[in-house]
């Protein structure tokens, strides 16, 4: 069965407290997997596109990467604006219409 | 990134009365837009799939007469909540994929819709 799971569910940092997300994957014929960020109140955000196992995508603070089975999304230093829920999704097999959503990590970021 | 722009962002109506809510992709042509549903704490949950000119696919468990689909040209979709009730009360979100008819593309997302039925 094809599913997207996100480690972990929440996560608290001081700020400047480096870390990683996870989201695994077990699909047929992945396509792209996406990162995405969420404000409260708000759609998601998009951030990275990844492709292909060991393609990298950095902006500011995050780095997204990618393997077969997993991908991670490392925050460096964080600040309180990283505070946000952070979407994983996976485009995957025949259907280039189905996307699965991992069910997010909620990070909150203390000064 | 693309930009999806969803109109209202916030509704509040009374109990058997309708509401459309907005779609537009404003920087790119969307073959395809989604329509999802957020509960509090949770993920997305798509409701259904609309293609530009033809019949939306409804998700199983998705009511396919109270929330009507709407895909009349490639930069506006929109979903109407027919009859609301108090239980449709949440907050929809929709999505636009890129690429036009590319293989892969990403979804941009609308800034969302709260729903309030009184």
């Known amino acids: 069965e094809d599913q997207v799971t996100q480690s972990p569910e929440a996560l608290r940092l001081q700020e400047g407290e480096s870390s990683s997300l996870n989201c695994s994957y077990t699909v047929s014929g992945l396509r792209g997997l996406f990162w995405y960020r969420q404000d409260p109140g708000k759609g998601p955000e998009f951030l990275f596109t990844l492709y292909s196992a060991g393609e990298e995508k950095e902006k500011e603070r995050l780095k997204a990467t990618l393997t077969k089975k997993e991908s991670f999304l490392h925050i460096t230093a964080p600040k309180p604006e990283d505070s946000a829920t952070y979407l994983c999704?996976?485009?995957?097999?025949?259907?280039?219409?189905?996307?699965?959503f991992g069910s997010g990590t909620k990070l909150n970021v203390k000064p | 990134g693309a930009v999806v722009s969803q109109h209202p962002s916030r509704v509040i109506c009374k109990s058997g009365t309708s509401v459309k809510i907005e779609c537009r992709s404003l920087d790119f042509q969307a073959t395809t837009m989604f329509w999802y549903r957020q509960f509090p704490k949770q993920s997305l949950m798509l409701m259904a799939t609309s293609n530009e000119g033809s019949k939306a696919t409804y998700e199983q468990g998705v009511e396919k007469d109270k929330f009507l689909i709407n895909h009349a040209s490639l930069t506006l979709s929109t979903l109407t909540v027919t009859s609301a009730h108090p239980e449709d009360s949440s907050f929809y979100i929709c999505s636009a994929r890129s690429g036009g008819g590319a293989l892969t593309g990403e979804l941009f997302f609308g800034e969302g819709s709260r729903l309030t039925v009184l």
């Open positions: 999704a996976v485009q995957a097999g025949t259907n280039f219409n189905k996307f699965y």
